[in-house]
């Protein structure tokens, strides 16, 4: 029993001193990105629309590396100088719906989405 509590101590201490610290990468602040999908079945592009600081994060805090849910699209943010990846998060829009419909073979649609 004694060598059971002495591993879990140690696992949790491992886990403890792997995780991140948010106030270590990022302020108390968002970066919104307004970005726009266009393109058709064939064919797609992505082209950054705005970028909006606003004061305050509402965004996660713990596990900043790790997907809560798998989107079809995702974005990581990975240190500059380490390549370490501080920031990963996953999200769907509704024009990867639309590229499931028979009319986006021969139609082109552009949709504007915000992260």
């Known amino acids: 029993m004694k060598k059971l509590v002495t591993l879990l101590a140690l696992l949790v201490l491992v886990i403890a001193t792997q995780a991140q610290d948010f106030n270590q990468y990022f302020k108390n ?3 919104r990105l307004d970005y726009i999908f266009s393109g058709n079945r064939d064919r ?3 082209a ?3 970028l909006c600081r606003i004061p305050g994060w ?3 805090r713990n ?3 790790q ?3 798998e989107g079809n699209g995702q974005i990581t943010v990975r240190h500059h100088r380490s390549g370490k990846v501080i920031y990963r ?3 769907s829009t509704l ?3 639309w590229l499931s419909y028979d009319i986006s073979k021969n139609n082109t649609k552009r949709s504007k989405t915000c992260f």
């Open 48 to 50: 950054v629309d705005e």
């Open 63 to 65: 596990r900043l590396d």
């Open 29 to 31: 602040e968002t970066l």
């Open 95 to 97: 024009f990867q719906e």
């Open 58 to 60: 509402f965004g996660k």
């Open 89 to 91: 998060n996953s999200f």
């Open 67 to 69: 997907l809560p849910v």
């Open 44 to 46: 797609q592009q992505i």
